[in-house]
Every structure is written in C-alpha cells, then in structure tokens.
C-alpha cells in the first residue's frame, strides 16, 4: 500500500519561503519518480516541480522557475520543495505526486503528467497574502 505524506503548509506574507516536504512508503522495488502539483481554487492541477530517480534530473513549471528548488534525500524516499519569494499566485493546495515510471516526472509541467501519476498524497495547504 503506497503512501505519501505531505508536510509542511502554512501561511506567509509575499516574498516569504516555505519548505515542503514527502515522505513515500510502501514502495519496495523501485525508486519513485516523485514531484509536487498544486490545484489553486477554480484552477485545474498544475505540475510545479518533478525530480526523476537514478539521474535525479530536475522539471519545473515555468511560474516557478528560479524561486522553487525540488531535492530528495539519499534514499530518494523523501523529497522537499523549497520555495522562495512566494507570490499570492502560489497560493493553492500542494499534492505530492509520485510514480513507479519515470516518465511523468519528465513531462512536468504538461497538463499530462498530472493525469499519469498514479499515486497521490493528501495535499497541505500553502497560502500567500
């Protein structure tokens, strides 16, 4: 039974950093291509930021570009989403995501990878004011 769990959400004012973090578990065999998509109020889910196993390659949606830094720990069970200089415009629930493919982490931020991810944390709450 696969499982991510997301912490880390909160509240801050404009040019503030918050610092998510992922924990997997109940994956045993592979290592997970895992990223982060948020889903703003009446907006669709949008890929933020992806990081593929073995090569640990980085993907980022072009909005976050520069401010959000997507890293994993060494047993890449684990990752973290730094964010900096957040806008208002980031305020959304933040879901990590994760897949036993590779694939979906490579085609983030494509409105695609949202719908490949096969598994699915509960989302943390990030809002900007």
């Known amino acids: 039974h696969v499982q991510l769990v997301e912490s880390g959400g909160g509240s801050v004012q404009a040019g503030e950093s918050l610092r998510l973090s992922c924990a997997a578990s109940g994956i045993t065999y592979r290592n997970p291509c895992m990223g982060w998509v948020r889903q703003a109020p009446g907006k669709e889910r949008e890929g933020v930021a992806a990081i593929s196993p073995g090569s640990g390659r980085r993907y980022y949606g072009d909005s976050v570009k520069g401010r959000f830094t997507i890293s994993r720990d060494g047993a890449q069970r684990t990752i973290h989403l730094q964010m900096n200089r957040l806008e208002p415009e980031d305020t959304a629930i933040y879901y990590c995501?994760?897949?036993?493919?590779?694939?979906?982490?490579?085609?983030?931020?494509?409105?695609?990878?949202?719908?490949?991810?096969?598994?699915w944390g509960q989302g943390t709450q990030v809002t900007v004011s």
């Open positions: 995501a994760a897949d036993l493919a590779e694939y979906p982490c490579t085609i983030v931020p494509d409105s695609d990878a949202v719908r490949l991810f096969a598994y």
